[in-house]
């Protein structure tokens, strides 16, 4: 059924509205786009109740961003007693109708007009001609000129439309946006107290039409993105934040952290316990790490990189440091408390990591050689 947009100057169709009765018969919907108004036209059978569900794109009623209450009129009289149920997209109101109910009229304060669906996938496919992607990427390039201070990150906003949703990284709590167009916002996003700082961001278009681009850069460098021109969509990014500092004592486990998802992995957990409350509290650890780091960070990162690219080579790189993970939880059942047992220890578990690593695969290829 398909209801008559009511104006001074023009008409034309609109989708009806999602709604169920009861007690009643819809004759028709109505929209005075003047007074920001959907009328009801309602053929009363006994006394029941409406639910209708008014997509946003059709009719809201908000001050500035936030939502406010409609204004309801049975007839010519206020009604209060209806319910709201609330999402990003639609407003659903449960409305009580009397026997002689025979008009209803939801007041907002934007009347949107619709078109039907051939010009909507028309508008959007025109959309995606005119929009210019080289627009968007040359300002992108020109954000990635600009220097952002230490532990900061950038996250820029590109669109045609209104939008809104939330962005949360290690050191800022979640923080909501909302807005029209392109805007951007810096947030703190470093690494601290030897974790990888995450951060990510959710953004969704609040229009059928329209495009949405949503980046995060951080020291020149682009670290996630995304894009759309779907209707109605939400956008999801999220990753590592870029540590500007040098990686001392207390930095992150890359590798491990990349081959397990998250540094709050029980694995990773492991490795940081183990640095922090054992290898860190005596001077030959602190010494042993300090050599160990200038040599794990020179390949880390890289390595950390390609098992987010690429699964096959994640799994591959998780096989490979199981017996070294493996090795290393020993040192959780014994007490490395004085400067010779952390060398003791530490000699014998390099030892026995050689052996695995080194010695097994010998023996096996020098057994394969005899035997050929």
């Known amino acids: 059924m398909l209801g008559t947009l009511v104006n001074t100057t023009f008409a034309q169709q609109f989708q009806e509205p999602k709604y ?12 005075d786009q003047e007074n920001a108004s959907l009328i009801i036209t309602i053929d009363p059978r006994a006394r029941g109740e409406i639910a209708i569900t008014l997509l946003r794109n059709l009719i809201d009623a908000k001050s500035g961003f936030e939502d406010i209450d409609f204004h309801v009129f049975i007839g010519t009289n206020h009604a209060d007693d ?17 026997r002689s109910t025979t008009e209803l009229t939801i007041t907002g304060t934007h009347i949107f007009s619709q078109m039907s669906t051939t010009q909507q996938q028309q508008q959007q496919q025109q959309q995606q001609q005119t929009t210019q992607p080289q627009t ?9 000129k600009k220097e952002t201070p230490d532990g900061q990150a950038k996250l820029l906003i590109y669109s045609d439309t209104n939008w809104s949703g939330a962005y949360q990284s290690t050191n800022i709590e979640y923080t909501e946006i909302n807005g029209q167009r392109d805007k951007s916002f810096i947030f703190d996003c470093e690494s601290s107290f030897g974790r990888q700082g995450v951060f990510g961001a959710k953004i969704e278009k609040l229009t059928q039409h329209g495009y949405l681009t949503i980046v995060a850069i951080q020291n ?8 759309t021109h779907e209707q109605f969509v939400e956008l999801l990014i999220n990753g590592d934040c870029v540590s500007s500092a040098s990686m001392g004592p207390g930095g992150g486990c890359l590798i491990a952290t990349a081959t397990y998802g998250s540094e709050l992995a029980p694995q990773v957990q492991q490795l940081r316990e183990l640095r922090d409350g054992k290898l860190l509290q005596t001077n030959s650890g602190l010494a042993f790490m300090e050599l160990f780091n200038q040599f794990y960070y020179s390949f880390s990162p890289v390595i950390a990189d390609l098992e987010r690219e690429s699964p096959v080579f994640k799994e591959m790189v998780k096989l490979s440091i199981t ?8 040192l959780n059942y014994v007490d490395m408390d004085s400067e010779e047992s952390v060398l003791g220890y530490g000699i014998s578990l390099i030892l026995l990591n050689v052996a695995m690593y080194v010695g097994i695969p010998a023996v096996v290829i020098i057994g394969i050689k005899k035997k050929n």
Not at 136 to 144: D, P, V
Not at 323 to 330: A, D, G, M, R, V
């Open 220 to 227: 020149q460098k682009i670290i996630s993105q995304a894009s």
């Open 136 to 144: 968007i990427e040359r300002k992108i390039a020109e954000e990635l």
């Open 323 to 330: 017996p070294l993970l493996t090795s290393l939880s020993l």
């Open 82 to 98: 209806f319910t709201e149920t609330i999402t990003a997209f639609d407003r659903t109101l449960t409305i009580p109708i009397k």
């Open 20 to 31: 169920t009765i009861r007690g009643a018969e819809i004759s028709g919907f109505e929209l």
